[in-house]
């Protein structure tokens, strides 16, 4: 009889809160484009706009850069049709009316966190960018192992990413100021239901965290 409980342990964590490795971590920003910040043009949200300019744009701007600095990927996905007609959109993406044309201005990641270099910005048309894009595979070709996840909107397209990534076996991190969505009680509703499956930081906490897994590589 083979004794399994010392094996079994070997894969038993204490916390979600491993260190961060920046070669095998990605910040994924989440529909940060000018569709979504459209307020002209789309549903009354004055809350969300609000949010959006004075709390996460500016917070997921640091990020970046300090992403950037530590050598962690910055991935961007951003909503938008593969046909000019639309046709490849999910059901749910029809029936909700989302229609961002491929290579227009609304696709676009907004100017304030403009993608550097050969940063990826992958198009999707599901909530979840693991449903109708190939991040999963792109992911396992650079050896990415840890997602932070950052942007629109926190019940919805960020609650499906962390969901679906988890399953598929990444360390995903959620940015709790990094994140928005229509009103502060969706948003905190949200955090609450998803936060079992990831790991919570904020802007400064991460910042910090990055900065020591650079320090511990440099050694």
């Known amino acids: 009889m083979v004794a399994t409980t ?7 964590y204490p916390s979600r809160k491993l260190p961060i490795v920046a070669e095998r971590t990605a910040l994924l920003v989440i529909d940060v484009q000018n569709w979504v910040m459209d307020e002209a043009n789309r549903q009354p949200r004055p809350s969300f706009y609000r949010d959006a300019r004075e709390t996460v744009i500016p917070n997921l701007a640091r990020l970046a850069e300090a992403c950037r600095a530590n050598g962690v990927e910055v991935v961007y996905t951003v909503m938008e049709n593969f046909t000019e007609d639309g046709r490849d959109r999910s059901l749910d993406y029809k029936l909700s009316n989302f229609f961002i044309p491929k290579g227009s201005h609304d696709a676009k990641v907004i100017d304030e966190l403009a993608p550097v270099g050969d940063e990826m910005v992958i198009p999707k048309t599901s909530s979840s960018l693991f449903n109708s894009t190939n991040f999963e595979y792109l992911a396992r070709n650079i050896g990415l192992d840890t997602i932070i996840v950052t942007g629109f909107l926190t019940d919805q397209c960020v609650d499906h990413t962390i969901r679906d990534g988890a ?3 990444f360390h995903m991190i959620c940015v709790s100021d990094g994140c928005a969505t229509d009103t502060h009680e969706r948003h905190h ?10 790991r919570m930081e904020t802007t400064e906490s991460l910042i910090a965290a990055l900065g020591d897994a650079g320090d511990a590589a440099a050694r």
């Not at 010392?6 to 038993?12: E, S, T």
């Not at 509703?189 to 990831?198: D, I, Q, S």
């Open 6 to 12: 010392g094996l079994r342990a070997r894969d038993i």
């Open 167 to 169: 399953d598929r076996g």
């Open 189 to 198: 509703a949200a955090l609450n239901a998803f936060k079992g499956y990831c």
